[in-house]
Nanobody, 117 residues
Framework: QVQLVETGGGLVQPGGSLRLSCAAS????????MGWYRQAPGKQRELVAD???????RYADSVKGRFTISSDNAKRTVYLQMNSLKPEDTAVYYC???????????WGQGTQVTVSS
């Protein structure tokens, strides 16, 4: 059974940094892609960044130049380094993994990120 566990959220001041981690219970090569989504109160869940098995990455326009997604296959972990955080980055951040060869997506439980002074 696939499990994704996110850690690293918290409260940070504007301009600060956080690093989110998503640890998978299986090797990352079973996924086509892994990514980070976020959902703010009253808003739809949106893609923040994702990384494919071929290491291609893409970012939402709102986070380009500030956030970096990366993966460590040995640790079965995907990271989201978030710099220059803004209040509008406040949301619950979810890890997502798309299984290869099947239309199946897995989600983590979410981790709260709050950017406030």
């Amino acid at each position: 059974q696939v499990q994704l566990v996110e850690t690293g959220g918290g409260l940070v001041q504007p301009g600060g940094s956080l690093r989110l981690s998503c640890a998978a219970s299986v090797r990352l090569f079973v996924f086509n892609a892994m990514g980070w989504y976020r959902q703010a109160p009253g808003k739809q869940r949106e893609l923040v960044a994702d990384i494919t098995s071929g290491s291609s990455v893409r970012y939402a326009d709102s986070v380009k130049g500030r956030f970096t997604i990366s993966s460590d296959n040995a640790k079965r972990t995907v990271y989201l380094q978030m710099n220059s955080l803004k209040p509008e980055d406040t949301a619950v951040y979810y890890c997502n993994a798309a299984l290869q060869g099947a239309d199946v997506n897995y989600w983590g439980q979410g981790t709260q990120v709050t950017v406030s002074s």
